[in-house]
């Protein structure tokens, strides 16, 4: 089990990326958050093992269809024990 802290730059809000990144995540099987930032990145929190975290994170690399990922940062973190996806405003 690890735990993932994310950030995601580029054109990822008003894209329903945090919808996007939620069903994606409840399709693998990963507990964590999504919310956007006032940066205009999008930050995720995920934990799971190590197969479908990497699915994930290939996800977040292109997004939905309408977003333009231009950066991704990776931090590796505690696992925190998360139950289920959810979007936070």
């Known amino acids: 089990m690890r735990h993932y802290n994310i950030t995601i730059s580029g054109k990822v809000q008003g894209c329903y990326f945090r919808a996007s990144a939620k069903a994606k995540a409840e399709q693998l099987g990963i507990a964590g958050m999504v919310k956007n930032l006032p940066s205009g990145e999008v930050y995720v929190e995920v934990e799971g093992n190590d197969?479908?975290?990497?699915?994930?994170?290939?996800?977040?690399?292109?997004g939905p269809a309408y977003a333009q990922v231009k950066d991704i940062d990776l931090e590796e973190a505690d696992v925190k024990g998360l139950k289920g996806f959810e979007v936070k405003r």
């Open 51 to 62: 197969e479908i975290l990497d699915e994930f994170i290939q996800w977040c690399q292109n």
